[in-house]
T-cell receptor
């Protein structure tokens, strides 16, 4: 069976500090991978998605970047955090094509920028 | 543009039935998805409709009308554990999900 790991669970970082969130998937090959952010009480905002190693699509211009160094590893980074980067960050995977709508999420990282 | 509309919040009574509506406008259409999200947790997939009609899965059913750009999620025999946000998402022609803001469902005893 497939599992998705995401860490850390919570993070408190000062403004201007760097960020690295990691997500790994087990039990599947060549998944689509996604990074979402969710502000308190709001819907999901797609930040990045990837259909393969080194292939990253950015949905929203911002202070963040993503990389996919291995097939089942997806990393979200920032060089300098802003207060507005606070939120609930979720990594997800799916199969491709029509099956991309059935997404499986990691447990999330709650980031507070102070 | 692409848009998903669903009510912000609904309240229902334990044991009752509730219907959560969703309307969508997308560039092309490849299916309508419902997710459940408990407070502080990640969303989990509930259902998928691509053809018109009703899909039943236990206490949960989902309906789609492609001509009307409309879907609903029907929850029967409500339990306290059904208190959660329900997210509607439509897949566009590029196989990208367009997400609604979610409907917070409050269940009262």
């Amino acid at each position: 069976s497939q599992t998705i790991h995401q860490w850390p669970a919570t993070l408190v970082q000062p403004v201007g500090s760097p960020l690295s969130l990691e997500c790994t998937v087990e039990g599947t090959s060549n998944p689509n991978l996604y990074w979402y952010r969710q502000a308190a009480g709001r819907g999901l905002q797609l930040l990045f998605y990837s259909v393969g190693i080194g292939q990253i699509s950015s949905e929203v211009p911002q202070n963040l970047s993503a990389s996919r160094p291995q097939d089942r590893q997806f990393i979200l980074s920032s060089k300098k955090l802003l207060l507005s980067d606070s939120g609930f960050y979720l990594c997800a995977w799916s199969a491709e094509g029509q099956d991309a709508g059935e997404q499986y999420f990691g447990p999330g990282t709650r980031l507070t920028v102070t | 543009g692409q848009n998903i509309d669903q009510p912000t919040e609904m309240t229902a009574t334990e044991g009752a039935i509730v219907q959560i509506n969703c309307t969508y406008q997308t560039s092309g259409f490849n299916g309508l998805f419902w997710y459940q999200q408990h407070a502080g947790e990640a969303p989990t997939f509930l259902s998928y409709n691509v053809l018109d009609g009703l899909e039943e899965k236990g206490r949960f059913s989902s309906f789609l009308s492609r001509s009307k750009g409309y879907s609903y999620l029907l929850l029967k025999e409500l339990q306290m554990k059904d208190s959660a946000s329900y997210l509607c998402a439509a897949m566009d022609s590029n196989y990208q999900l367009i997400w609604g803001a979610g409907t917070k469902l409050i269940i009262k005893p």
